[in-house]
């Protein structure tokens, strides 16, 4: 694993010159391995968020005609231990930007740019599965830009309430207006290196899929994107002022503090340990951390907002796994497992009216199987699959386009299937990383997947004719429609379309309606 190494300020004018690009904070020097460019660690923000600038929303970058070094990763946002992310160093000083591209001559090619998940909570552009090399070589038509955002109590920490929180207005959703900082910066930059400003599609898995379902929602976006590329991540990954609150209440119990002015004092490490203890998605599957439908940034009712065509000019691309939760479950063993969903089966129960209340416990009493697998397939339900199926839903409603997948790649670990994060590896091309996996997967299939992705990037359909299909099959992607509700179905050896119908994606009587609940 690599380790943090500080890109430096070049003063002795010796560089390579055919690897520089003029921004508009600095000539940035990248690095050519074969026919690749990647650029590293690039600001994308005036001043890091340390100090006094903690909790505060991204500041600008401002012109400078120095030249740096872009040969290095920046630190990952301040985390709990656990993610692969974490690995390479954390620090308060994270919002940088990574960029590849093929060394070629073409202009204004689609920009795709990467947001990366683990619950709001954990994560970074450092994990080595969003290294975009063998990716771009393999699809030199387009560039990747990879984006950093604060995470946890960094990113997402309610404080207006408190005595000196006035200050502190936007603390709720900065991990949000940290990537709009980084979308902005691409805008204004990518044309030097070869992008196209106008044509930029943004993608996540998990809350960074979801981050792109909800930065479609905050006003004057529209202007940095056209797409969004969704994978097992909607609006429904949003929580209240309410249950914000709370959770900021509870930490400041737990580190003795009163004020903003006294967390102000807390070390980032100290904070972390705490939050870890009682939030850590790694140490207790905490999932509470995510952004806060405030009426600020982001509305109130994130689901009408969709159906009344908030981003029926955004064209989508987005679906869900056939065992989301199962990687949860693999990971932390059936006795764990089952002790975490009974407390969290219970708290979404009581949220719930008695009529609700039993079609929720009917469906679970439908589910035969080992004990774990009622509360896995709830989960999944409540979590990711339903939410996403109603995106398809509110999106096409209001005259959008979703084009809509359903992915049943079973891993070769325990317990997984066709888990979360599971098509990681496939889409990033990193058969070798098989943390989800277990085995490398079907190459054509991996192919074929990422050529989908990547046409959708440049053109708005997916769809792949028989001479862009890895396999010289053509690949016909319907819209999803109200009526037939038609899902392309990514089966290892069978990508097909299908009708949900077919399917039974969600059961739209016992758990579709929990999507009003939202995620916590």
Same mark, same amino acid.
């Given at each position: 694993?690599?380790?943090?190494?500080?890109?430096?300020?070049?003063?002795?004018?010796?560089?390579?010159?055919?690897?520089?690009?003029?921004?508009?904070?600095?000539?940035?020097?990248?690095?050519?391995?074969?026919?690749?460019?990647?650029?590293?660690?690039?600001?994308?923000?005036?001043?890091?968020?340390?100090?006094?600038?903690?909790?505060?929303?991204?500041?600008?970058?401002?012109?400078?005609?120095?030249?740096?070094?872009?040969?290095?990763?920046?630190?990952?946002?301040?985390?709990?231990?656990?993610?692969?992310?974490?690995?390479?160093?954390?620090?308060?000083?994270?919002?940088?930007?990574?960029?590849?591209?093929?060394?070629?001559?073409?202009?204004?090619?689609?920009?795709?740019?990467?947001?990366?998940?683990?619950?709001?909570?954990?994560?970074?552009?450092?994990?080595?599965?969003?290294?975009?090399?063998?990716?771009?070589?393999?699809?030199?038509?387009?560039?990747?830009?990879?984006?950093?955002?604060?995470?946890?109590?960094?990113?997402?920490?309610?404080?207006?309430?408190?005595?000196?929180?006035?200050?502190?207005?936007?603390?709720?959703?900065?991990?949000?207006?940290?990537?709009?900082?980084?979308?902005?910066?691409?805008?204004?930059?990518?044309?030097?290196?070869?992008?196209?400003?106008?044509?930029?599609?943004?993608?996540?898995?998990?809350?960074?899929?979801?981050?792109?379902?909800?930065?479609?929602?905050?006003?004057?976006?529209?202007?940095?994107?056209?797409?969004?590329?969704?994978?097992? =991540? #909607?609006?429904?990954?949003?929580?209240?002022? *309410?249950? &914000?609150?709370?959770? $900021?209440? @509870?930490?400041?119990?737990? !580190?003795?503090?009163?004020?903003?002015?006294?967390?102000?004092?807390?070390?980032?490490?100290?904070?972390?340990?705490?939050?870890?203890?009682?939030?850590?998605?790694?140490?207790?599957?905490?999932?509470?951390?995510?952004?806060?439908?405030?009426?600020?940034?982001?509305?109130?009712?994130?689901?009408?907002?969709?159906?009344?065509?908030?981003?029926?000019?955004?064209?989508?691309?987005?679906?869900?796994?056939?065992?989301?939760?199962?990687?949860?479950? =693999? #990971?932390?063993?059936?006795?764990?497992?089952? *002790?975490? &969903?009974?407390?969290? $089966?219970? @708290?979404?129960?009581?949220? !719930?009216?008695?009529?609700?209340?039993?079609?929720?416990?009917?469906?679970?009493?439908?589910?035969?199987?080992?004990?774990?697998?009622?509360?896995?397939?709830?989960?999944?339900?409540?979590?990711?699959?339903?939410?996403?199926?109603?995106?398809?839903?509110?999106?096409?409603?209001?005259?959008?386009?979703?084009?809509?997948?359903?992915?049943?790649?079973?891993?070769?670990?325990?317990?997984?299937?066709?888990?979360?994060?599971?098509?990681?590896?496939?889409?990033?091309?990193?058969?070798?990383?098989?943390?989800?996996?277990?085995?490398?997967?079907?190459?054509?299939?991996?192919?074929?997947?990422?050529?989908?992705?990547?046409?959708?990037?440049?053109?708005?359909?997916?769809?792949?004719?028989?001479?862009?299909?890895?396999?010289?099959?053509?690949?016909?992607?319907?819209?999803?429609?109200?009526?037939?509700?038609?899902?392309?179905?990514?089966?290892?050896?069978?990508?097909?379309?299908?009708?949900?119908?077919?399917?039974?994606?969600?059961?739209?009587?016992?758990?579709?309606?929990?999507?009003?609940?939202?995620?916590?």
């Amino acid at each position: 694993m690599e380790q943090y190494v500080e890109n430096q300020k070049i003063i002795d004018g010796i560089y390579d010159q055919s690897l520089a690009v003029k921004c508009i904070n600095g000539t940035f020097v990248g690095k050519k391995a074969e026919n690749i460019i990647s650029y590293k660690g690039i600001p994308f923000v005036g001043q890091q968020p340390v100090g006094n600038l903690r909790w505060k929303a991204p500041v600008d970058v401002t012109p400078d005609d120095g030249i740096y070094e872009a040969y290095y990763y920046g630190k990952a946002p301040v985390q709990a231990s656990g993610d692969p992310a974490a690995e390479y160093g954390t620090g308060e000083d994270c919002l940088y930007l990574n960029i590849w591209h093929a060394d070629d001559a073409a202009k204004k090619k689609p920009v795709i740019v990467w947001i990366y998940g683990g619950a709001f909570d954990v994560g970074g552009t450092t994990d080595p599965q969003y290294d975009c090399h063998k990716f771009i070589q393999e699809n030199p038509e387009v560039i990747v830009v990879t984006i950093s955002y604060r995470v946890s109590f960094l990113g997402f920490f309610h404080l207006s309430h408190l005595p000196d929180g006035k200050d502190y207005p936007d603390a709720q959703n900065l991990g949000l207006l940290d990537q709009l900082m980084a979308l902005k910066w691409v805008h204004e930059n990518i044309v030097g290196f070869g992008g196209d400003p106008d044509n930029v599609t943004i993608w996540g898995e998990s809350a960074g899929a979801a981050s792109c379902t909800l930065l479609s929602l905050i006003k004057g976006s529209h202007q940095y994107f056209k797409r969004v590329i969704a994978q097992s =991540g #909607a609006p429904a990954q949003m929580r209240s002022p *309410e249950q &914000a609150i709370a959770c $900021t209440n @509870e930490v400041m119990k737990a !580190l003795g503090c009163k004020t903003v002015a006294d967390l102000l004092k807390v070390s980032a490490e100290k904070f972390a340990d705490t939050w870890a203890q009682m939030y850590g998605l790694y140490q207790v599957l905490g999932i509470r951390t995510m952004p806060e439908r405030d009426g600020k940034y982001l509305p109130l009712n994130p689901w009408e907002a969709y159906a009344n065509g908030a981003a029926k000019d955004i064209e989508f691309l987005q679906g869900c796994n056939k065992d989301e939760m199962n990687t949860f479950l =693999g #990971a932390l063993g059936v006795d764990a497992w089952n *002790e975490w &969903a009974k407390g969290r $089966t219970a @708290e979404k129960l009581a949220q !719930l009216t008695d009529k609700e209340k039993a079609l929720v416990e009917s469906y679970l009493n439908d589910i035969q199987g080992e004990s774990y697998d009622a509360t896995v397939c709830l989960f999944s339900q409540i979590m990711f699959i339903a939410p996403q199926i109603r995106l398809s839903e509110e999106q096409t409603k209001a005259g959008g386009k979703s084009y809509t997948y359903y992915y049943r790649v079973e891993s070769s670990q325990p317990l997984i299937k066709a888990g979360h994060a599971s098509e990681l590896s496939v889409v990033f091309a990193h058969p070798e990383l098989k943390e989800f996996t277990g085995r490398a997967y079907d190459e054509t299939f991996c192919k074929t997947v990422r050529k989908m992705w990547v046409q959708f990037a440049k053109t708005g359909n997916p769809s792949l004719s028989a001479d862009l299909s890895p396999d010289g099959k053509a690949k016909e992607w319907p819209l999803y429609g109200l009526k037939d509700k038609q899902v392309m179905v990514l089966d290892e050896h069978d990508i097909h379309q299908a009708k949900e119908s077919e399917l039974k994606i969600v059961d739209w009587e016992r758990t579709y309606f929990l999507t009003n609940y939202y995620m916590p």
